[in-house]
């Protein structure tokens, strides 16, 4: 098939080229001009995709990419994978899905299949999607499909080949054909009997992360007061065989999905007056984290006036580059804030916010783990006091 995959980030890069690599000719759509630049010279922005596959999928003919939507026009599926962030308010922010969405329709031809792929609010593939098609399209044989993308950055296990995918299309067409492109490449694919069924599945999986992280960050606390080692009580509680999952706790939560998507479970709520009131209560809990571990810190040096801090893993969590809604800035804001002299290490960061990663080193009154990559060797710290974010000793 012909297939155009806009935005071509964590999710629309792999996507991309595991459609590629199953033989679909793939134009990957990036409104960032530089990062169309770096992917045709075969350099992967995503640690998930090799500079050498996508290097592969470019020399094979079935990948290119481009800042131009025109070839919207001649494929037969098209895949939206663009940001959906929160606003300043905290609430869904939809304008890039919006442009996105027009810039597609404006370009649409007939008989396509368009499939968003991008985390929305239950309602928005039949609402706003459907009504942006219509209006600017100058074809109405397309066809409309949810099917959520559900990568986990730096999972050596589960990727887009053996992760089974959900889809439901507006009509059992569009349903069917969704399954048979997905099917070329993806070793499972589920059918909702709806789009808002595979929309709110969505966000229940995220939501679910959301709520058991800070339920475990609750139990963190409390585990500190007794002083017992919650990492400790949760190995143990998932020796249990059924009925259990383990969650680890850590400075928050972080990245474009766990903070953000049960945000638009919440937006949708709201509207329609049903309660989702532990969501409110997870993003409360995790916000205090960081107060949480600044007593912790008090507690084990006194004033922090002064006082040498080093931040080991600034990224949202380990093994990954990704730096986007990271617990490390709140934690580090607070120290700061305090008095504390905070420097960070990230091996796979090295620059951020203005700053960059400094060597391990023992001359620090405190070593704080944040999300300490597993490659990590914390031998040179020794005899450092260690906080450690993630639980255990
Ligand atoms: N990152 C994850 O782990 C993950 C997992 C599952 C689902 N999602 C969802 O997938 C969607 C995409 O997330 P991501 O992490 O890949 O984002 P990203 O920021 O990594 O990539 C998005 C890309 O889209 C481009 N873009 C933005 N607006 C555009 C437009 N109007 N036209 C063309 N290109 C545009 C950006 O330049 C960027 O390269 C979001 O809805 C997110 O919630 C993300």
Partial sequence: MRVAIVGQGYVGLPLAVAAAEAGHTVVGIDNDGARVGLLNHGTSPVSDVSSASLTAVIASGNYQASDSFSSVSTVDVICVCVPTP???????????????????????GASALVIIESTISPGTTRGLASSILNSVSRHSDFELVYSPERIDPANTK???????????????????????????????VTVGSSVEVIETAKLLENSFRLVNISFVNELAVFCSKMGIDVREVIDAAATKPYGFMPFYPGAGVGGHCIPVDPSYLVAKAREIGAPMRFIDLANEVNVSMPSFFVGKAEGML?????????????????DVSDVRETPASGLIALLRKNGAVVSW??????????????PLASDYDLVVLVN???????????GVPVLNTRGGV
């Fill in 372 to 382: 300490p990559h597993s490659s990590v060797d914390l031998s040179v710290l020794d």
């Fill in 345 to 358: 290490h990230d091996h796979l960061v090295l620059e951020w916010n203005g700053e960059s990663s400094v």
């Fill in 302 to 318: 006194g004033s922090l006036s002064g006082k040498k801090i080093l931040v080991v893993g600034v990224a949202y969590k380990p």
């Fill in 86 to 108: 929160l606003d300043s308010s905290g609430a869904p922010d939809l304008s890039l899905f919006s442009s996105a969405m027009e810039a597609v329709g404006a370009n649409l």
């Fill in 158 to 188: 589960w990727n887009v080949k053996n992760t089974p995918k959900m889809v439901a299309g507006l009509t059992s067409e569009g349903t069917d054909r969704a399954v048979r492109f997905y099917s070329s490449f993806v070793s499972s």
